[in-house]
């Protein structure tokens, strides 16, 4: 059985950077893909960023592009995601997701849910 565990949310300032990390357990992890989305209340799921099975291929969403960095660990069960520059519209819960590839974590079709962690960026 998988369990994702999402840490590193937070309140801070626009400009700010901040670090979330996903605990992953179970061994469907290490041959999947794993990563991020985020949702406003209200507002539909956004892909954020994820890193395929092997650390060696990433992807991330237009909007956090160049501010957003996604890395996972060498046994591959913990995911992070450094997030820089941030502004008011990162603001969000953040969930980590894993499962299949990459591709399949951007559709949103992810097989496995954190519970999400907050972020709230204030300007």
């Known amino acids: 059985q998988v369990q994702l565990v999402e840490s590193g949310g937070g309140s801070v300032q626009a400009g700010s950077s901040l670090r979330l990390s996903c605990a992953g357990s179970?061994?469907?992890?290490?041959?999947?893909?794993m990563g991020w989305l985020r949702q406003v209340p209200g507002g539909a799921r956004e892909f954020v960023a994820a890193?395929?099975?092997?650390?060696?291929?990433?992807d991330y969403g237009d909007s956090v592009k160049g501010r957003f960095i996604v890395s996972r660990d060498v046994a591959k069960t913990t995911v992070y995601l450094q997030m820089n520059s941030l502004n008011s519209e990162d603001t969000a819960v953040y969930y980590c997701?894993?499962?299949?590839?990459?591709?399949?974590?951007?559709?949103?079709?992810?097989?496995?849910w954190g519970q999400g962690t907050q972020v709230i960026v204030s300007s």
């Open positions: 179970g061994s469907p992890l290490i041959s999947s893909a």
């Open positions: 997701v894993a499962g299949g590839s990459t591709s399949k974590l951007k559709e949103g079709t992810a097989d496995y």
């Open positions: 890193i395929a099975w092997s650390g060696l291929a990433t």
